[in-house]
């Protein structure tokens, strides 16, 4: 697969769906190993409206969802023929550890999420991942998603 993926490819791979579909570009893959993807976070986003009026932060949950969206994107490109088994291709995101969150993150800023496999296999994927925005880690979080 060439890159950079876009939406048009993001979206043979994830099920997600606008407005939950919180990845727009994968610049960086190394299958098994490591993904670097992108989202752009724009005033439009639908959760601003609430989050807060007159301050607008993107929600810390939605960070770390856009990170295991990325996540999600090198497991099912490492282990293509597990995502196409019948029964098998869901993948759900269980568990989040040592989640730190640095620095709010503001309508026209860039997230750029690097996540590095700890852990791979054909049922249980452990990555840890960082965002970052103008080079500063913005959050951290070790991820773990089951394949079912």
Known sequence: MDLPLTYKDIIKILPHRHPFLLVDMITELELGERIVGIKNVTINEPFFEGHFPGNPIMPGVLVIEAMAQVGGILARLTEPEDMKKEGNNAMYFVAMDKVRFRKPILPGDQILFELTAVRKGSK?????????VHNAIVAEAELVAAIR
């Not at 249980?124 to 970052?132: C, V």
């Open 124 to 132: 249980i994927w452990k990555m840890k991942g960082k965002a970052m």
